[in-house]
């Protein structure tokens, strides 16, 4: 004898199926609609992984400030230095991406070959999953990028995220860790 969902409880079901796909579609919604954007500058009180550095700091020789856009808000913050080594250190991010800078300004107007994430945040669920795929995708149109590296605290939480996001441990440093995502 084959057991049989009263239909009753069948529509139920199918009902709470319909009415939880659209909470996730209405929860999920607003990274159809987002998009990259550059930023002049970021409140710095937000970044919870480099509060204390300052706009100057973060739109320095080589180094930019790309957010999460949506509606006309800012969802999701990822700042960035372009080097040609990996840094071990926020300071030495400092001096090689400076340095880079100078470099193509010298040569071709193209800042360092590897890109340097060393900070993301989000306000919002999916917020930074969102940053770290649309900067990947800016990453691979450039013709003079060829690398996407981190400059991770060492904590489990950034550990975790860079893992959950696909990206490989590269090295582990006195008070920092890199992740390289593989770009294509």
């Known amino acids: 004898m084959k057991n049989k969902f009263n239909p009753r409880i069948k529509a ?15 929860f999920f ?9 550059e930023l002049k500058e970021c409140n710095a009180e937000e970044d919870p992984v480099r509060p204390e550095l300052d706009n ?3 739109t320095g020789f080589g180094r930019k400030i790309y957010g999460v856009e949506y509606q006309g ?4 913050v990822m700042c960035f230095a372009y ?5 071990k250190s926020v300071d030495e991010l400092e001096k090689l991406s400076t340095d880079a800078f100078l470099q ?9 070959q ?5 900070t993301v945040w989000s306000k919002k669920k999916g917020g930074g999953k969102l940053i770290v795929k649309e900067v990947f995708k800016k990453i691979k ?13 060492l904590t489990e939480m950034a550990t975790n995220f860079h893992e959950r996001n696909g990206a490989k441990l590269v090295q582990i440093n006195e008070t920092t860790q890199n992740f390289e995502y593989k770009v294509i």
Do not use: C
């Not at 808000?73 to 999701?76: G, P």
């Open 114 to 118: 590897i890109a340097i994430a060393y």
């Open 104 to 112: 193509s300004a010298m040569r071709d107007q193209k800042g360092g």
């Open 12 to 26: 139920r079901i199918r009902k709470n199926k319909q009415v939880l796909n659209k909470k996730i579609d209405n």
């Open 141 to 153: 149109k450039s013709n003079h990028l060829n690398r996407l590296v981190t400059l991770s605290p």
């Open 29 to 37: 919604g607003w990274v159809k609609g987002a998009k990259l954007v």
């Open 83 to 87: 080097t040609n080594e990996i840094p």
């Open 56 to 58: 100057e700091f973060r």
């Open 73 to 76: 808000e800012i969802h999701a």
